[in-house]
């Protein structure tokens, strides 16, 4: 299979290296042909472009960067677009791909455009409600004309996206039981896959766990020191206060407690907002880190956190960190109303699920997630049965052979 994967994502940001890499060096070595086409940050592409285009050599991934522009809104997202679709174009005519795999909606554009215009298969990997979930975290205020227009028309694109794809991919049943809800009209003809955001379970292994006490002592922590730990984006949807809310009941339950944040997120920034929340900043240790170090970092932890605002979009939302979280056999205190996430601790008592955010609620999820923390294999298990990269990249296999053999 001669594959075209379109991300407008870079490969040199986090969620490049961690939720597109380890998926082609998988598809790769089952032996398809990829070609690799994605938006780079120049900043980011001169300090990483070198390591990504190793993994990528070694992988006998083609991969093909153009760079991507941040402004003007909405604009630059069009250029960027054109400039895609100018690359697959030229692409394509050299290589005659048998599937255009499309990473969300931006790439999406590109992808149904070439099954129209050339009858690439399309296969659309819709990683999330993209329009509804920049409107719900502000991203696009919908009090703007030009952000509204934005909308209605990444709405009516969906509605072709969903009725073109060849095979379309979800992060979670919450999302596939939405989509099949939906008006008769709008449903796609095609079959949905779900493939969770997977995670490099020999990376995030239990060797890190050995290193656990060498992390602390860097961190400046002791061996008993009580350690909840956060991993990822500040702001936004990611709910800053509850989870400093959180941690004021961890500090009372357990004296001495410090809260890690893992992020790429100003120091600053976090300790300004710790202090408005009555939270010293000698509380605090704020790290950033790389791929290779996330995992050592979330070992030295007792306990984990992610609470996203759940709104609609969130149904669609599998947030990377919370598998990685698990395979370190870390639990984690999460809110209701986000993807498979409910379920999933509920399934496998990997963690708590909190409802409200008072004091109470939160301290029983404490003590609920420090039961399981007792049993850190069991945690474990629980993102091996649910998020194995193995697992991830047969289920991407049999869809490009399934679009394969439909071509024959």
Known sequence: MRALYISYDGMTDPLGRSQVLPYLQGLSQRGHELTLLSCEKPGRMAAE?????????????????????????????????????????????????????????????????????????????????WADERVERGIWP?????????????????????????????????????????????????????????????????????????????????AKTPLLVYVGSVGGAYLTDQMFALFRAYRKLRPGARFLFVTGHPRQEIERIAVAQGIDRAELAVVSATREEVPSLIAAADLGVSFILATYSAKASCPTKFGEMLAMGVPVIANSGVGD?????????????????????????????????????????????????????????????????QAE
């Not at 400039?83 to 050299?94: D, G, M, S, T």
């Not at 029983?364 to 049993?375: G, L, P, V």
Request: aromatic fraction near 8%; charged fraction near 30%.
């Open 142 to 222: 919908a009090r703007n004309p030009l952000f509204r227009a934005a909308y209605r028309y990444f709405k009516r694109l969906e509605r072709r996206f969903f009725r073109d794809a060849d095979a379309i991919v979800s992060l979670t049943e919450s999302a596939r039981h939405e989509i099949d809800n939906w008006p008769v009209d709008r449903r796609p003809s095609a079959s949905i896959t779900v493939i969770p955001c997977c995670v490099d379970l020999a990376l995030f292994d239990e060797a890190a766990r050995k290193g656990r006490s060498a992390t602390r002592k860097r961190l400046g922590l002791g």
């Open 341 to 405: 996430i409910a379920e999933i601790i509920h399934d496998t008592g990997a963690g708590a699920i909190v409802e409200r955010y008072d004091e109470p609620s939160l301290t029983e999820a404490i003590r609920q997630a420090e039961t399981a923390a007792k049993d850190s294999r069991s945690v474990r298990a629980a993102a091996i049965r649910h998020f194995a990269l193995e697992a991830g990249i047969d289920r991407y296999d049999g869809i490009y052979q399934a679009i394969g053999r």
């Open 49 to 129: 472009g070198p390591a990504v285009r190793r993994i990528c050599d070694a992988a006998g991934i083609d991969w093909q960067p153009i760079a991507y522009h941040k402004s003007p809104p909405i604009l630059s997202g069009l250029i960027d677009v054109a400039a895609l679709k100018r690359a697959a174009v030229r692409l394509h005519q050299r290589k005659q791909f048998d599937l255009i795999h499309c990473r969300s909606y931006m790439a999406a554009i590109v992808g149904d455009w070439l099954k129209r215009t050339r009858g690439v298969p399309f296969l659309f990997d819709i990683r999330g409600f």
